[in-house]
T-cell receptor
Framework: ETGVTQSPTHLIKTRGQQVTLRCSSQ?????VSWYQQALGQGPQFIFQ???????GRGNFPPRFSGLQFPNYSSELNVNALELDDSALYLC????????????FGQGTRLTVV | ELKVEQNPLFLSMQEGKNYTIYCNYS?????LYWYRQDPGKSLESLFV?????AVKQEGRLMASLDTKARLSTLHITAAVHDLSATYFC?????????????FGTGTRLTIIP
């Protein structure tokens, strides 16, 4: 176990709705990154939060947004859900000091119908 | 844009055989990671390679990194059924920023008894 926890584990939403996914980072880690993994593909970087600010963003539209809280936990929000948003969403926590390694949570499986 | 390519995409091998998975990437990086993913599960960290010539071994798996050739290999020795999974390499490009991983397409490995 990595110490990174995500909630919920599964979620079904209707097209056009909004969703919030949550991630608690590993103790001592101040950086959280979010990834989207579509079925049969590798994870794609969405964005990263470091010390409560966005610290880099991948090729995702603005309807994907996030937050990081003072305890370094994080949320991923997706507005106006589309069918193609159906995927496994992975959160990874890391630290800017020490060995540069990302530890992944168990993921949230989002299905948009 | 950083590109990460793995080959083969699919690999079916008999127990007891040896094989190598290749990971090529398109830009300068001295940080490469290997992950394992079981069906429906999250990513398990296998190896962190942080310098040219780095070699790490764990059980029947050995990973190496050649930063000049922009190539990493994951070698499987005397495969056993428990190694069946999808293996991803991921590159951490300093141009893009630390711990913002670009993943390969994955290699789905099936070990046949």
């Amino acid at each position: 176990e990595t110490g990174v926890t995500q909630s919920p584990t599964h979620l079904i939403k209707t097209r056009g709705q909004q969703v919030t996914l949550r991630c608690s980072s590993q103790s001592g880690h101040n950086t959280v990154s979010w990834y989207q993994q579509a079925l049969g593909q590798g994870p794609q970087f969405i964005f990263q939060y470091y010390r409560e600010e966005e610290n880099g963003r991948g090729n995702f539209p603005p309807r994907f947004s996030g937050l990081q809280f003072p305890n370094y936990s994080s949320e991923l929000n997706v507005n106006a859900l589309e069918l193609d948003d159906s995927a496994l969403y992975l959160c990874a926590s890391s630290s800017k000091t020490g060995v540069p390694e990302a530890f992944f949570g168990q993921g949230t499986r989002l299905t948009v119908v | 844009e950083l590109k990460v390519e793995q080959n083969p995409l699919f690999l079916s091998m008999q127990e007891g055989k040896n094989y190598t998975i290749y990971c090529n990437y398109s830009t300068t990086s001295d940080r490469l990671y290997w992950y394992r993913q079981d069906p429906g599960k999250s990513l398990e960290s296998l190896f962190v390679l942080l310098s040219n010539g780095a070699v790490k071994q764990e059980g029947r798996l050995m990973a190496s990194l050649d930063t000049k050739a922009r190539l990493s290999t994951l070698h499987i020795t005397a495969a056993v059924h428990d190694l069946s999974a999808t293996y991803f390499c991921a590159v951490d490009s300093r141009d893009f920023g630390n711990e913002k991983l670009t993943f390969g397409t994955g290699t789905r490995l099936t070990i046949i008894p």
